[in-house]
C-alpha cells in the first residue's frame, strides 16, 4: 500500500466523485481543499491529511484512513476514510432541501410538476377562488 495518492485519484477510488475525471475538475475548479489549501489534482495526499469536497452548498470534510489510488468496494470504504464534516453542514443541507423550490432564482425557468404540486399544497385552499366572491356581489 502506498504511503501517498494523487489526490483527484483519492477522490475517485473512496467513490466521493463518480469519475476520475470529475474530481479532477473539481480540484481545478477550486472546489477541494487538503488542510485548508486548494489543491490541484496532481497533489499527493498522505494518511492522516484533511480534504474538504465542496458540493454546494455543502463542504464535506474527510480524514484519510488509507492513501489509494485503486477503486475499492463501498464495503471498504469506512477503513479508507472518517467522514469528520461538522453537523451545522448537515442542517444546510436539510435547509436547502426543504426551502430549495420557493427559493427560485430569477430566470432559471418555470417550476417542474412537482415543485408546482409542493407550491399549491404550501400555498394552501385558502387562496382558492380569492378573487371570485367580488364577480357575485357586482350582478
Known amino acids: 500500500m502506498a ?40 497533489h499527493m495526499v498522505k494518511v492522516g491529511d484533511t480534504v474538504s469536497v465542496r458540493k ?35 442542517e444546510l443541507l436539510e435547509m436547502n432541501r426543504i426551502g430549495g423550490f420557493v427559493d427560485r432564482a430569477r430566470g432559471t425557468g418555470r417550476p417542474t410538476k412537482k415543485e408546482r404540486r409542493s407550491l399549491d399544497a404550501f400555498i394552501g385552499p385558502s387562496f382558492e377562488g380569492f378573487g371570485d366572491w367580488d364577480d357575485d356581489e357586482e350582478d
Not at 6 to 20: E, G, H, M, P, S
Not at 24 to 40: E, F, Q, S, Y
Not at 66 to 73: D, F, K, L, S
Open 3 to 42: 504511503d501517498e495518492a494523487r489526490v483527484d485519484k483519492w477522490l475517485w477510488a473512496a467513490r466521493i466523485y463518480k469519475t476520475r475525471s470529475i474530481a479532477a475538475d473539481a480540484c481545478k475548479n477550486g472546489r477541494v481543499t487538503k488542510n485548508g489549501i486548494n489543491v490541484k489534482p496532481a
Open 56 to 90: 454546494s452548498p455543502v463542504t464535506y470534510s474527510f480524514k484519510i484512513l488509507q492513501a489509494i489510488e485503486n477503486r475499492v468496494g463501498a464495503k471498504l470504504i469506512p477503513q479508507v476514510y472518517e467522514n469528520v464534516t461538522s453537523p451545522d453542514q448537515y
